[in-house]
Protein backbone atom coordinates (compact mmCIF):
# COMPACT_ATOMS: atom_id res chain seq x y z
CA UNK A 1 0.00 0.00 0.00
CA UNK A 2 2.69 2.21 1.08
CA UNK A 3 4.31 1.84 -2.56
CA UNK A 4 0.55 2.37 -4.28
CA UNK A 5 0.49 6.23 -1.74
CA UNK A 6 4.09 6.58 -2.88
CA UNK A 7 3.16 6.54 -6.56
CA UNK A 8 0.05 8.36 -6.52
CA UNK A 9 2.09 11.08 -4.43
CA UNK A 10 4.50 11.11 -7.29
CA UNK A 11 1.42 11.67 -9.74
CA UNK A 12 0.21 14.36 -7.61
CA UNK A 13 3.67 16.20 -7.61
CA UNK A 14 4.48 15.47 -11.72
CA UNK A 15 1.08 17.06 -12.26
CA UNK A 16 1.66 20.27 -9.94
CA UNK A 17 4.80 20.88 -11.80
CA UNK A 18 3.04 20.33 -15.46
CA UNK A 19 0.41 23.06 -14.37
CA UNK A 20 3.84 25.83 -14.18
CA UNK A 21 4.60 24.49 -17.69
CA UNK A 22 5.08 27.62 -20.47
CA UNK A 23 7.55 26.26 -22.31
CA UNK A 24 5.27 27.05 -25.67
CA UNK A 25 4.97 31.12 -25.62
CA UNK A 26 2.34 30.46 -28.67
CA UNK A 27 0.26 28.08 -26.37
CA UNK A 28 -2.74 29.13 -24.60
CA UNK A 29 -2.68 27.83 -21.10
CA UNK A 30 -3.95 26.48 -18.73
CA UNK A 31 -2.63 23.31 -18.58
CA UNK A 32 -5.29 20.71 -18.83
CA UNK A 33 -4.94 17.23 -17.14
CA UNK A 34 -6.75 14.29 -16.44
CA UNK A 35 -6.76 13.00 -12.05
CA UNK A 36 -3.60 11.51 -10.93
CA UNK A 37 -5.10 8.06 -10.60
CA UNK A 38 -2.84 5.01 -10.56
CA UNK A 39 -4.23 3.23 -14.04
CA UNK A 40 -3.29 0.50 -15.97
CA UNK A 41 -4.30 2.40 -18.76
CA UNK A 42 -3.34 5.28 -20.34
CA UNK A 43 -5.17 7.14 -22.69
CA UNK A 44 -3.51 10.25 -25.24
CA UNK A 45 -5.33 12.80 -26.91
CA UNK A 46 -4.13 15.13 -29.20
CA UNK A 47 -4.23 18.94 -27.03
CA UNK A 48 -7.46 20.40 -25.27
CA UNK A 49 -9.58 22.51 -27.47
CA UNK A 50 -10.76 25.52 -26.67
CA UNK A 51 -13.60 25.24 -24.12
CA UNK A 52 -11.25 22.77 -22.17
CA UNK A 53 -9.87 25.84 -20.11
CA UNK A 54 -12.18 27.11 -18.47
CA UNK A 55 -13.80 23.65 -17.75
CA UNK A 56 -10.29 22.83 -16.42
CA UNK A 57 -10.38 18.73 -17.90
CA UNK A 58 -9.47 16.85 -20.71
CA UNK A 59 -12.67 15.84 -23.21
CA UNK A 60 -14.89 18.18 -21.51
CA UNK A 61 -17.12 19.28 -24.83
CA UNK A 62 -18.52 17.76 -27.80
CA UNK A 63 -16.04 15.57 -28.51
CA UNK A 64 -15.63 14.40 -25.57
CA UNK A 65 -19.29 13.30 -25.34
CA UNK A 66 -19.02 11.52 -28.31
CA UNK A 67 -15.97 9.33 -26.65
CA UNK A 68 -17.50 9.08 -23.66
CA UNK A 69 -20.22 7.53 -25.56
CA UNK A 70 -18.51 5.04 -27.26
CA UNK A 71 -16.62 4.08 -23.70
CA UNK A 72 -20.07 3.61 -22.33
CA UNK A 73 -21.08 1.04 -24.84
CA UNK A 74 -18.43 -1.39 -23.44
CA UNK A 75 -19.11 -0.53 -19.61
CA UNK A 76 -17.77 2.67 -18.65
CA UNK A 77 -19.30 5.83 -17.80
CA UNK A 78 -17.53 9.08 -18.03
CA UNK A 79 -17.44 9.62 -14.30
CA UNK A 80 -16.67 5.49 -13.70
CA UNK A 81 -13.77 6.62 -17.05
CA UNK A 82 -12.23 9.96 -15.30
CA UNK A 83 -11.85 8.51 -11.74
CA UNK A 84 -10.36 5.22 -13.26
CA UNK A 85 -8.10 6.08 -16.29
CA UNK A 86 -5.25 8.52 -16.74
CA UNK A 87 -5.86 11.32 -19.25
CA UNK A 88 -2.90 12.72 -21.01
CA UNK A 89 -2.20 14.18 -24.22
CA UNK A 90 0.62 14.90 -26.81
CA UNK A 91 0.11 18.70 -26.17
CA UNK A 92 -1.53 20.19 -22.74
CA UNK A 93 -2.35 23.66 -23.64
CA UNK A 94 -4.88 24.83 -26.45
CA UNK A 95 -2.60 25.65 -29.75
CA UNK A 96 -5.24 27.90 -30.45
CA UNK A 97 -7.70 28.81 -33.69
CA UNK A 98 -6.75 28.49 -37.36
CA UNK A 99 -7.41 30.94 -39.28
CA UNK A 100 -9.91 29.31 -41.32
CA UNK A 101 -11.46 27.99 -38.06
CA UNK A 102 -10.74 24.76 -36.53
CA UNK A 103 -8.29 23.74 -33.68
CA UNK A 104 -4.29 24.73 -34.86
CA UNK A 105 -2.60 21.10 -35.00
CA UNK A 106 0.81 21.25 -32.37
CA UNK A 107 3.66 21.25 -34.68
CA UNK A 108 7.16 19.49 -33.65
CA UNK A 109 8.49 22.16 -31.77
CA UNK A 110 5.43 22.31 -29.33
CA UNK A 111 5.02 18.66 -29.46
CA UNK A 112 9.01 18.00 -28.41
CA UNK A 113 8.37 20.60 -25.34
CA UNK A 114 5.54 18.43 -24.15
CA UNK A 115 6.66 15.33 -24.60
CA UNK A 116 8.96 14.84 -21.27
CA UNK A 117 5.49 14.82 -19.48
CA UNK A 118 4.28 12.00 -21.29
CA UNK A 119 7.37 10.16 -20.79
CA UNK A 120 6.96 10.54 -17.14
CA UNK A 121 3.78 9.51 -16.95
CA UNK A 122 4.77 6.49 -18.77
CA UNK A 123 7.37 6.27 -15.97
CA UNK A 124 5.32 6.13 -12.71
CA UNK A 125 2.41 4.61 -14.54
CA UNK A 126 3.83 1.70 -16.25
CA UNK A 127 0.53 0.96 -18.09
CA UNK A 128 -0.66 -2.56 -19.61
CA UNK A 129 -2.57 -0.73 -22.38
CA UNK A 130 -2.22 2.77 -23.83
CA UNK A 131 -5.04 3.90 -26.32
CA UNK A 132 -4.31 7.23 -28.26
CA UNK A 133 -7.01 8.81 -29.66
CA UNK A 134 -6.47 10.33 -33.01
CA UNK A 135 -3.77 10.59 -35.48
CA UNK A 136 -1.47 13.08 -34.14
CA UNK A 137 -1.53 10.68 -30.59
CA UNK A 138 -1.49 7.50 -33.03
CA UNK A 139 1.85 8.60 -34.79
CA UNK A 140 3.58 9.11 -31.33
CA UNK A 141 3.98 5.37 -31.04
CA UNK A 142 2.98 4.12 -34.35
CA UNK A 143 3.50 4.98 -38.03
CA UNK A 144 0.18 5.74 -39.00
CA UNK A 145 -0.12 7.48 -42.79
CA UNK A 146 -4.05 6.02 -43.09
CA UNK A 147 -6.16 5.39 -39.88
CA UNK A 148 -7.70 2.76 -41.87
CA UNK A 149 -4.50 0.67 -41.20
CA UNK A 150 -3.72 1.33 -37.19
CA UNK A 151 -7.50 1.49 -36.13
CA UNK A 152 -9.00 -1.51 -35.28
CA UNK A 153 -6.19 -3.65 -34.57
CA UNK A 154 -4.09 -4.16 -31.08
CA UNK A 155 -0.13 -3.45 -31.45
CA UNK A 156 2.61 -4.77 -29.35
CA UNK A 157 4.66 -1.85 -28.53
CA UNK A 158 8.10 -1.63 -26.49
CA UNK A 159 8.72 1.76 -24.40
CA UNK A 160 11.97 1.89 -22.54
CA UNK A 161 12.46 -1.08 -22.39
CA UNK A 162 9.44 -2.19 -21.77
CA UNK A 163 6.22 -3.84 -23.57
CA UNK A 164 2.79 -3.16 -23.49
CA UNK A 165 -0.48 -2.45 -25.96
CA UNK A 166 -1.44 -0.07 -27.98
CA UNK A 167 -5.25 0.00 -29.62
CA UNK A 168 -5.82 3.60 -31.31
CA UNK A 169 -9.04 4.89 -31.86
CA UNK A 170 -9.88 7.97 -34.39
CA UNK A 171 -10.81 10.98 -32.98
CA UNK A 172 -14.31 11.66 -31.95
CA UNK A 173 -14.49 15.42 -33.14
CA UNK A 174 -17.46 16.61 -34.81
CA UNK A 175 -15.52 17.88 -37.99
CA UNK A 176 -14.41 14.44 -38.61
CA UNK A 177 -16.38 12.01 -40.66
CA UNK A 178 -14.52 8.83 -40.41
CA UNK A 179 -15.63 7.51 -37.41
CA UNK A 180 -19.35 7.82 -38.76
CA UNK A 181 -18.68 6.07 -42.51
CA UNK A 182 -17.21 2.68 -43.62
CA UNK A 183 -14.82 1.54 -43.24
CA UNK A 184 -14.25 4.26 -39.64
CA UNK A 185 -17.63 2.46 -38.36
CA UNK A 186 -16.82 -1.03 -38.46
CA UNK A 187 -13.27 -0.23 -37.36
CA UNK A 188 -14.18 1.82 -34.73
CA UNK A 189 -16.14 -1.14 -33.39
CA UNK A 190 -13.40 -3.40 -33.67
CA UNK A 191 -11.09 -1.17 -31.51
CA UNK A 192 -13.77 -0.79 -28.72
CA UNK A 193 -13.78 -4.39 -28.77
CA UNK A 194 -10.58 -5.21 -28.52
CA UNK A 195 -10.02 -2.83 -25.38
CA UNK A 196 -13.01 -4.12 -24.19
CA UNK A 197 -11.45 -7.10 -24.10
CA UNK A 198 -7.71 -6.29 -22.58
CA UNK A 199 -7.49 -7.04 -18.98
CA UNK A 200 -6.22 -3.50 -18.40
CA UNK A 201 -9.71 -2.24 -18.97
CA UNK A 202 -11.18 -5.02 -17.54
CA UNK A 203 -9.46 -4.22 -14.14
CA UNK A 204 -11.09 -0.44 -14.17
CA UNK A 205 -14.31 -1.78 -15.33
CA UNK A 206 -13.88 -4.08 -11.85
CA UNK A 207 -12.87 -1.13 -9.84
CA UNK A 208 -15.18 1.34 -11.16
CA UNK A 209 -17.91 -1.31 -9.90
CA UNK A 210 -16.45 -2.08 -5.82
CA UNK A 211 -16.70 2.25 -6.26
Partial sequence: L?????LVQALVHHQAELTQCRLCPN?????ITGEPVLSPLLLVGQAPGGREGELGRPFAWTAGKTLFGWFSSIDLDEAQFRAGVYMAAVC???????????DRVPDKTKIAN????????LHHLRPQLI?????????????ANKLAEVVGLQHRINIAGRELDLIPLPHPSG???WHRSEPGKALLAKALALISAHPAWQQVVRDASHN
Fill in 2 to 6: SHVNA
Fill in 27 to 31: MIPPV
Fill in 92 to 102: RCFPGKQAKGG
Fill in 114 to 121: CRGWLQAE
Fill in 131 to 143: VPVGKLAIAQFVS
Fill in 175 to 177: AST
